[in-house]
C-alpha cells in the first residue's frame, strides 16, 4: 500500500514566530535557537509515607477517568469486603490488575491504597506478599507503616533485605523498618543498601537511628577498607552515614533528637 508522503515543512513554517502565532511545546526550539522550558516533572508520590487520605486525593487528580473510575470501583469493592473473604478476596484481585488499570506510575500507591481500604492484616499482608509478584510484594512492603503497628510483619521486611531486587531492598527499609529492626538487622540493612547500591537517602529515619552508633561506624569503616583493598570504589554514601555515625549521640539535630524511638533496642549495642 502507497502511504502519503508529507511534505518537510520549512523552519519558518515549523517554529511560527511573532505577534499572534502560537507557543511552542515546552522543550521545542525556535529558529533564533532559544527555547521554553519544560515545566517540572511532579514528584514521584511516597506511599509508606503519605497518609492514605493524601494519597487518594493525589491519585484522584493524576490519573485519567477510566483509571480513575476502575480506583473508585476496587476501592469500594475493598471497603465492602474488607479483610479476607474465601480463598482469595477480591481487592486481592485488584491488587493484580492495577499496573495494567493505572500504569507503572501509579501501581504502588494505587496497592496500598487498596489495601488500607481492605484493612489488611498482618496474615492477609503475608499471604499477598508470599503469593504476589515483586510489585505487589512491594507494595505490602510500603503498605506495613499505615496497616500494623506492632513488629508482627517484621519477617516480611528480613525476607525482603535477603533478595538482591534493589526495588524490594529499597521499599523494605521505609519507615516500619525504622521502628521495627533491632539494631543488628537495622544495621545489616544499611549495608545491604550499600552491597546493592540502593542510595542511603532511601533508609527511613537514617539520621536519629545512624548518629553516635560506634559499632555501624565500624562495620562501615571496615567495608570501606575491604572495597578499598580491592580497588573498587567507595560509596559516598558510605562516608557520609560514617561520619553520622561517628559523632557524639547527644549532638543529634533538634529534628532528629525530637523524633521519638519506636524501637526498644540499644542502637548502639556491640555486636559480636
Known sequence: ??????????????????????????GNPAADG???????????????????????????????AAARAWLD??????????????????????LAEAGRRCG????DAVRVLILHTARADTEALTRVYDQGTADERRAVLH???????GPDA??????????NDTRLVAAAVGPYCARHLDAHAWRHAVLKCLFTGVA???????????????ELA????????????AGRPVPEDLHRVRALALAPAGSASASASSTPSHTTDDPHGKES
Open 104 to 107: 507503572g506510575a501509579h501501581a
Open 73 to 94: 470501583q476496587a476501592l469500594d469493592e475493598a471497603a465492602a469486603h474488607p479483610g479476607t473473604h474465601g480463598p482469595i478476596s477480591v481487592w486481592e484481585l485488584r
Open 200 to 214: 542511603l537517602d532511601r533508609v527511613a529515619d537514617l539520621a536519629r537511628r545512624a548518629r553516635g552508633d560506634g
Open 218 to 229: 565500624r562495620m562501615l569503616g571496615d567495608y570501606a577498607d575491604e572495597r578499598a583493598a
Open 1 to 26: 500500500m502507497n502511504h502519503p508522503r508529507a511534505t518537510p515543512a520549512t523552519p519558518e513554517a515549523a517554529t511560527p514566530s511573532g505577534p499572534g502565532a502560537a507557543p511552542r511545546p515546552p
Open 154 to 163: 517484621r519477617p516480611l521486611v528480613e525476607d525482603a533485605l535477603r533478595t
Open 34 to 64: 532559544t527555547t521554553t522550558p519544560a515545566a517540572p516533572a511532579a514528584a514521584p508520590i511516597n506511599p509508606a509515607v503519605t497518609p492514605p487520605a493524601e494519597l487518594h486525593r493525589l491519585l484522584s487528580a493524576g490519573l485519567g
Open 143 to 149: 503498605a506495613l507503616p499505615h496497616l500494623v503497628p
